[in-house]
């Protein structure tokens, strides 16, 4: 008898940890299909801003461009970053269709001083924080930020955004950064504008 209880307690640990990862695949999978960029496989490496300086990065970036998000719904999105005892305050605003102007604040901070242009940062207390990879910028007029999450090694979510230190970047500056992006493998063509027209965000802070 107590052979067949032993095989009875295991069957039923197995059929428990059987519906956990169907429950975790089953979860993994609604949140590929609400990213715009989802593959198959671990996050990309790409090469980061060499010689990155944090303070002349602060204040204020327009977003250009994006790989769509679910938590970002506006348009005339902006950033503002600010230095404080080596942690980066962090100000998202966004305007949305009801003509609410809505923001949240967050902190970003660098993961390894060998490597300034990788910080992760944080909006939710209890949320784990995300990347924030500074691919490329020259700190007075474009900045390319990469983000990428991979989930146990089967497929990875990435996003990423071109700013601006204006609501407006050259044709040229955008293409390039595309490029940059293109030679790393990331998917440019789900990037969409971001709508920074003076008369629709005047009212932005």
């Known amino acids: 008898m ?6 009875l307690f295991f069957q039923v640990q197995t059929e428990r940890m059987q519906a956990l990862q169907v429950l975790s695949l089953t979860l993994l999978s609604v949140l590929a299909v609400s990213a715009q960029s989802t593959r198959s496989g671990k996050c990309p490496e790409p090469p980061v801003q060499q010689n990155f300086d944090p303070a002349r990065y602060m204040g204020r970036w327009h977003e250009i461009m994006k790989i769509p998000s679910p938590f970002q719904l506006g348009e005339c999105c902006q950033a503002t970053y600010t230095l404080s005892d080596g942690i980066v305050l962090v100000r998202n605003h966004e305007l949305l269709a009801n003509g609410t102007i809505s923001f949240i604040d967050g902190t970003a901070k660098i993961v390894d001083a060998s490597e300034p242009a990788k910080l992760e940062v944080s909006f939710f207390e209890d949320a784990p924080p ?16 990469y983000s990428c999450s991979d989930f146990a ?4 979510v990435e996003y990423s955004w071109i700013m601006s230190r204006t609501r407006t970047l050259p044709k040229e500056t955008v293409s390039e950064l595309l490029d940059i992006l293109k030679s790393q493998g990331v998917n440019t063509d789900v990037f969409t504008e971001t709508d920074q027209r003076p008369g629709l965000c005047s009212g932005m802070p």
Do not use: M, N, R
């Open 2 to 7: 107590l052979i067949k209880y032993e095989f």
């Open 130 to 145: 995300g990347p924030y990879w500074v691919l490329a910028t020259d700190y007075d007029e474009y900045t390319l930020i």
């Open 153 to 156: 090694g089967l497929f990875y």
